[in-house]
């Protein structure tokens, strides 16, 4: 996955703490589902731990997916690296909250994983179709951000992502799962924005 400013679609960048376990499903997940998009998916953590594989049931997972875990490797977030994203999808408020204290003009296109599943929901709930300067990702994270009045916010718990971190399997097996949950909707709206705004520039 790369993180080129150039990709037309637009690039999305996912945070966790160690970027060996959350981050790297959620990014390699949905790389996979964006795969006939030109949008890239990259991941980096707030505490990194630089260099190293994802965690190996993490890579079994996609493996059993039929997903490749290869070519991975942590990397620490920067600023400049949040801010050559059109789109931060996060594990947790808390890791969102470390973004945007980063970069404070990131405020309104960083997202806990849970928070831009829902807003997204409600973007293909009311039918409407992200168009707008800049990136495909771009505009559909104005739609959301514009969704965010009618969705009920979820608790903080109910935002995080669970970290399996050291965990036992079934730790990893409940952040699997929450992940796999969050997923559709994001997928659907992001797919949707590139195949629309496609078919208008055609």
Request: with cysteine; charged share 25%; proline share 4%.
């Amino acid at each position: 996955m790369t993180d080129g400013s150039d990709v037309r679609d637009g690039t999305i960048l996912v945070v966790c703490t160690g970027n060996v376990c959350r981050s790297p499903y959620i990014e390699r997940r949905l790389a996979a589902a964006l795969e006939k998009t030109d949008i890239s998916v990259s991941s980096a953590g707030t505490g990194a731990l630089v260099d190293s594989e994802m965690d190996p049931r993490v890579a079994q997972r996609l493996r059993e997916s039929g997903l490749r875990p290869d070519h991975f490797s942590a990397r620490q977030l920067t600023a400049e690296l949040a801010a050559s994203a059109d789109l931060v999808l996060c594990a947790s408020r808390s890791h969102r909250a470390q973004v945007v204290r980063m970069n404070p003009r990131l405020l309104r296109r960083t997202y806990a994983l849970a928070d831009f599943s829902d807003l997204a929901q409600r973007v293909i709930d009311t039918g409407t179709i992200p168009s707008g300067p800049g990136s495909f990702v771009r505009s559909a994270t104005q739609a959301a951000e514009e969704a965010r009045a009618d969705v009920q916010a979820r608790t903080n718990e109910q935002a995080e992502i669970v970290d399996p971190f050291r965990q036992a399997d079934k730790i990893f097996e409940q952040m699997f799962t929450q992940v796999d949950r969050l997923m559709p909707p994001i997928v659907a709206l992001l797919t949707r924005s590139s195949t629309d705004r496609s078919s208008v520039t055609e």
